[in-house]
């Protein structure tokens, strides 16, 4: 867990540590081409100039980082990180520890955010989201060996420390329900095909579609938005063979869609049944209130930063299973009409 200094650079740029300070400082006293060079090198691994001065003080930075690579205005509607943040913050509050947020933009400015904030030793470590397949998080957070826990998984961590709940289980759950009520049309609005949690998601979806044998089950991409999540569900409805029953990944998507279900004169649950992912507060204020998935996430939030601290003390970092997320059956589910 070694942060990068000046020795560092000096060692890979073949050079003294005082042409490393003239050239971070833009003092003459080296060429062009080496400062060019010692500046890349410092990029790369994670050296400022303000880390020469930090490094001063063994101090811990009494921080940890979160980076969302998500747009600003999904955050400020989606009630998901809007609760695990505050969890986080509970638990970082409690024992004097600071959260340092930041949205960034993709995953090459979250990775040069990663290098900024260890270099500077502006946080003693950091959680990630929004795990993808073949993540190129994973890899540069072990070369930094920056103290981090992923939030996410099984699998695709590398050998970083990892929270997760079992997705796959919830969404068996949920189709086994929704058959047992009657429905053999079920579709799924999925988020981000890219997230690790949507791949676990559709190939739990694909496996219970075929093991019950449901051929006209489907599943459809979306991208979190109540805006998407509507577009999906009308053409969903619009077409000959409309589901019964629609399975939403997040909670926004599926009050869009319930919108959208009245909108087009159909009455939930009589002619389409609705289940939310992510249990919030939203879905009970509907009407109906919908059946949803859901889990204490601000306790799913303090425990990452529970684990990201004893990963931080020096603990060996561990992959943990979190609470699967449940089913509550409401207003929006029941048997379809043409049982």
Not at 7 to 24: C, H
Not at 121 to 142: F, H, K
Not at 170 to 191: C, D, F, M, P, S
Request: one cysteine or more.
């Amino acid at each position: 867990m070694k942060r990068p200094t000046i020795a560092d650079v000096a060692q890979r740029a073949g050079v003294s540590k005082g042409a490393v300070s003239y050239a971070l400082n833009g003092q003459p006293g080296v060429s062009e081409a080496t400062r060019q060079r010692i500046l890349a090198i410092a990029a790369e691994i994670g050296f400022s100039r303000s880390s020469a001065a930090r490094a001063l003080s063994a101090a811990a930075a009494g921080a940890i980082g979160l980076a969302l690579c998500r747009p600003a205005r999904t955050l400020g509607v989606e009630p998901f990180f809007m609760a695990l943040i505050s969890g986080v913050e509970a638990e970082l509050s409690a024992r004097s520890y600071a959260l340092t947020l930041q949205v960034v933009a993709d995953h090459d400015a979250e990775i040069a955010v990663y290098r900024r904030w260890w270099g500077e030793r502006r946080v003693d470590g950091v959680l990630v989201c929004d795990l993808r397949t073949d993540d190129r998080r994973i890899p540069a957070l072990e070369q930094l060996q920056l103290p981090a826990v992923v939030i996410g998984g099984p699998g695709g961590t590398g050998e970083l420390a990892s929270l997760w709940s079992d997705d796959a289980a919830a969404l068996t759950e949920t189709v086994e329900y929704l058959v047992a009520l009657g429905h053999r049309r079920i579709a799924r609005v999925a988020g981000l095909p890219d997230l690790r949690h949507t791949e676990i998601r559709t190939d739990a979806f694909a496996a219970v579609r075929q093991r019950l044998g449901l051929v006209d089950a489907v599943t459809v991409w979306s991208d979190y938005t109540g805006e998407e999540g509507g577009r999906a569900t009308r053409r969903l409805l619009s077409s000959a063979n409309r589901p019964t029953a629609v399975i939403y990944d997040n909670d926004v998507m599926a009050i869009a869609g319930l919108s959208v279900a009245q909108e087009m004169g159909l009455t939930v649950p009589g002619d389409l049944s609705i289940v939310a992912w992510d249990d919030s507060p939203l879905c009970r204020l509907v009407h109906p209130p919908l059946t949803a998935l859901g889990r204490d996430i601000p306790a799913y939030g303090a425990h990452a930063a529970r684990q990201l601290l004893a990963v931080v003390a020096g603990q060996p970092a561990g992959r943990v299973q979190d609470e699967t997320p449940h089913l509550t059956p409401r207003g929006s589910t029941a048997p379809p009409r043409d049982r």
